[in-house]
């Protein structure tokens, strides 16, 4: 909600690219998109394209089998959760007056992002639970519904947070006591 309603001020009809959109964040992001009436371009890999089709996306693009800055295309918005390309090279991929959103990834990306200080580029710091009555009422309605992976037992914690980095998990985790 921060990254594409604060700060994108997401529009009816803007064409979003969210790049990581199988994950925890990007899975809720295509399904707000969506209700914002956003048409959506949703970036992972090969398992998780199924799951971003179901969850609306109107495009999904396997970053293993193409470069979707290569394509020749561009968007209105970039949402990204990996943040580990160039942010250069995202910014190329951008309408004129675009503007690219990061909430997360590596750190020297988002340092590199926080200096160039373009106003097409902007670095989302969360607030912790801001918009949770609004995303409530969402998923009361009916609107968006959360992806969980496992749950995962706490003695494999290990094992779900290496899972975890491998990029390999789908929506959010969850470990059980």
């Known amino acids: 909600m921060q990254a594409l309603v604060d700060t994108a001020a997401i529009q009816p009809g803007q064409r979003l690219l969210i790049n990581g959109a ?14 914002l009436r956003a048409t959506v371009t949703a970036v992972d890999s090969t398992p998780k394209l199924d799951l971003m089709r179901t969850l609306g996306a109107d495009e999904v693009l ?11 295309r561009q968007w209105d918005v970039i949402l990204d959760v990996k943040t580990m390309r160039s942010i250069s090279t995202m910014t190329r991929v951008l309408e004129r007056g675009g503007l690219y959103v990061t909430v997360g990834g590596s750190i020297p990306r988002l340092l590199q992002g926080m200096l160039m200080a373009k106003k097409r580029l902007r670095v989302v710091a ?10 409530n009422e969402l998923y009361e309605a009916g ?4 992806v969980i992976d496992g ?9 779900a947070f290496r899972y975890f980095a491998e990029a390999r998990h789908k929506g959010k985790i969850v470990i059980t006591v």
């Open 126 to 135: 969360l607030k912790l639970n801001k918009d949770l009555q609004y995303m």
């Open 62 to 72: 396997d970053y293993t089998q193409q470069d979707f800055t290569k394509l020749g």
């Open 22 to 35: 199988g994950g925890g964040v990007g899975t809720f992001a295509i399904q707000i998109a969506k209700h």
């Open 143 to 146: 609107k968006v519904r959360p």
């Open 151 to 159: 749950p995962y037992p706490l003695h494999e914690l290990a094992d």
